[in-house]
C-alpha cells in the first residue's frame, strides 16, 4: 500500500515552455502533497506544501509564480513549471502523506521522481 | 529550528559486514518522529525504518537496526550483512509530530565491496 506515481519520468523541453508534473496517490487519500527539488548528489529541498483544495504553500526562495502547484483532489497534485529556463533543470520529487482506513500515516511517500530537462 | 547532520558523506563496507550510518538532530520539541531513507540509482525514495520518540525501544526491520539515543539527540543506523542491493544514498530524516514536515540530512553514500 501507500503508493505514489508521478508522471512523466523525464521530459525535455525547449526554453520558454511550461512543463507540467502529476503526482498521484494510488491507494490512499493525500491530504497533503509535497513537491521537492533534488540537485544532483545533494539532499532533496522542499519547495511547497499543499492541501486538497486550498493554495500551496512555498518554501522560502521558491518562486510561486514560476512553479504553480495544484491539488485539486485527495488523489492528484501538479505542479506547473512556467517558462522554463536552464537552470530550471532538475529533479523534481513529489511526495503525499494522508490515511488509509481512517489511520493517518506518520511519514511521506515518494513518487519516483521527474527528470526535467530544459534545452 | 531543527536540523539534522549526516557527518558522513560517503562510506564503503565489505558485503556481509555491517556497517554504522551516523545521524545527529537538534530540536526543542519532546514529540517527534525519525526516519532513514534509502535512495538507489533509481532515485526511489524508500523507507528504510523509522522511530517514534516516545518510544524508547530501537525499532529493527530485518537486517536493519537504530540506535536512538533521545538525549544525546543520535539516530544512527546499523545495517547487518550488508548486500550488495544495499548500496544507495541514505537519508536521516525528521519530523515534528505535529507537522507533516520532514526535514532531510544532507545525505551518506554507502558503498558495497563485493
Known amino acids: 500500500g501507500a503508493v505514489v506515481s508521478q508522471h512523466p519520468s523525464w521530459v525535455i523541453c525547449k526554453s520558454g515552455t511550461s512543463v507540467k508534473i502529476e503526482c498521484r496517490s494510488l491507494?490512499?487519500?493525500?491530504?497533503?502533497m509535497f513537491w521537492y527539488r533534488q540537485f544532483p548528489k545533494q539532499s532533496l529541498m522542499l519547495m511547497a506544501t499543499s492541501n486538497e483544495g486550498s493554495k500551496a504553500t512555498y518554501e522560502q526562495g521558491v518562486e510561486k509564480d514560476k512553479f504553480l502547484i495544484n491539488h485539486a483532489s485527495l488523489t492528484l497534485s501538479t505542479l506547473t513549471v512556467t517558462s522554463a529556463h536552464p537552470e530550471d533543470s532538475s529533479f523534481y520529487i513529489c511526495?503525499?502523506?494522508?490515511?488509509?482506513?481512517?489511520?493517518?500515516?506518520?511519514?511521506?511517500?515518494f513518487g519516483p521522481g521527474t527528470r526535467l530537462t530544459v534545452l | 529550528a531543527q536540523t539534522v547532520t549526516q557527518s558522513q558523506p560517503e562510506m564503503s563496507v565489505q558485503e556481509a559486514e555491517t556497517v554504522t550510518l551516523s545521524c545527529t538532530y537538534d530540536t526543542s520539541e519532546s514529540d517527534y518522529y525519525l526516519f532513514w531513507y534509502k535512495q538507489p540509482p533509481s532515485r526511489q525514495m524508500i523507507l528504510v525504518i523509522r522511530q517514534e520518540a516516545y518510544k524508547q525501544q530501537n525499532a529493527t526491520e530485518n537486517r536493519f537496526s537504530v540506535n536512538f539515543q533521545k538525549a544525546a539527540k543520535s539516530f544512527s543506523l546499523k545495517i547487518s550483512d550488508s548486500q550488495l542491493g544495499d548500496a544507495a544514498m541514505y537519508f536521516c530524516?525528521?519530523?515534528?509530530?505535529?507537522?507533516?514536515?520532514?526535514?532531510f540530512g544532507k545525505g551518506t553514500r554507502l558503498h558495497i565491496l563485493p
Open positions: 530524516a525528521y519530523r515534528s509530530a505535529p507537522d507533516d514536515k520532514i526535514i
Open positions: 491507494d490512499f487519500q493525500a491530504t497533503t
Open positions: 511526495s503525499a502523506s494522508g490515511s488509509v482506513w481512517g489511520r493517518a500515516f506518520d511519514t511521506q511517500y
